[in-house]
């Protein structure tokens, strides 16, 4: 059975500063990862998606890495600013069976002024 | 502008009161699915569907039903809700393919209260 942790399960960091996510998964054979957004209360925001043969995408200030052998994803955040606090959802699709998406808890972030 | 669309948004309801929670994706995609957020349980899967007259149960499908008549709607119906049914409800879509799988489009939640 497909689990997803992610560690720390919260991180304060003044501004300005770059930090690290991180998402491990018991089984390599997933399809992709995604990595979403969720402000308190709200919806999903798909930041990232890595296929499964690939090493990392880049958006903006984001970066993922996947490492799928080792089942490891890390999440970085060049610059944090206040506005990027929320919590960060960790996601990889299962293969197989009913194709879902299996998350972590998250990772609740705070970036103080 | 390509989007999940859920309706109601929040709803304060009462126990055994049928309700039914819509869910509709505008980019033709095959893939439809719900989840359920709760605190400390994060999201699990409900039901799924891959495509029309096809639907099959998730990790937590009990006290649920679900339908996919057209391609693009996929609603969530609670015959008889109970309190534990409070919960953060996501609808979300994809397309499937051989291969290379598409991200996962997320509707914006449905908050149900069940009294």
């Known amino acids: 059975k497909q689990e997803v942790t992610q560690i720390p399960a919260a991180l304060s960091v003044p501004e300005g500063e770059n930090l690290v996510l991180n998402c491990s998964f018991t089984?390599?054979?997933?399809?992709?990862l995604q990595w979403f957004r969720q402000d308190p209360g709200k919806g999903l925001t798909s930041l990232l998606l890595?296929?499964?043969?690939?090493r990392e995408q880049t958006s903006g200030r984001l970066n993922a890495s996947l490492d799928k052998s080792s089942g490891r994803s890390t999440l970085y955040i060049a610059a944090s600013q206040p506005g990027d606090s929320a919590t960060y959802l960790c996601?990889?699709?299962?293969?197989?069976?009913?194709?879902?998406?299996?998350f972590g808890k998250g990772t609740k972030l705070t970036v103080n002024p | 502008e390509a989007q999940v669309t859920q309706n109601p948004r929040y709803l304060i309801t009462v126990t055994g009161k049928k309700l039914t929670v819509t869910c509709s994706q505008n980019m033709n995609h095959e893939y439809m699915s719900w989840y359920r957020q709760d605190p400390g349980l994060g999201l699990r899967q409900i039901y799924y569907s891959m495509n029309v007259e096809v639907t099959d149960k998730g990790d937590v499908p009990e006290g649920y039903k679900v339908s996919r008549k057209e391609k693009r709607n996929f609603p969530l119906i609670l015959e008889s809700p109970s309190p534990n049914q409070t919960s953060l409800y996501f609808c979300?879509?994809?397309?499937?393919?051989?291969?290379?799988?598409?991200?996962?489009?997320f509707g914006p939640g449905t908050r149900l209260t069940v009294l």
């Open positions: 890595i296929q499964s043969s690939q």
């Open positions: 996601a990889v699709r299962a293969q197989g069976g009913s194709e879902k998406l299996v």
């Open positions: 979300a879509s994809s397309y499937l393919g051989t291969g290379m799988y598409d991200e996962q489009f």
């Open positions: 089984d390599s054979a997933i399809y992709n």
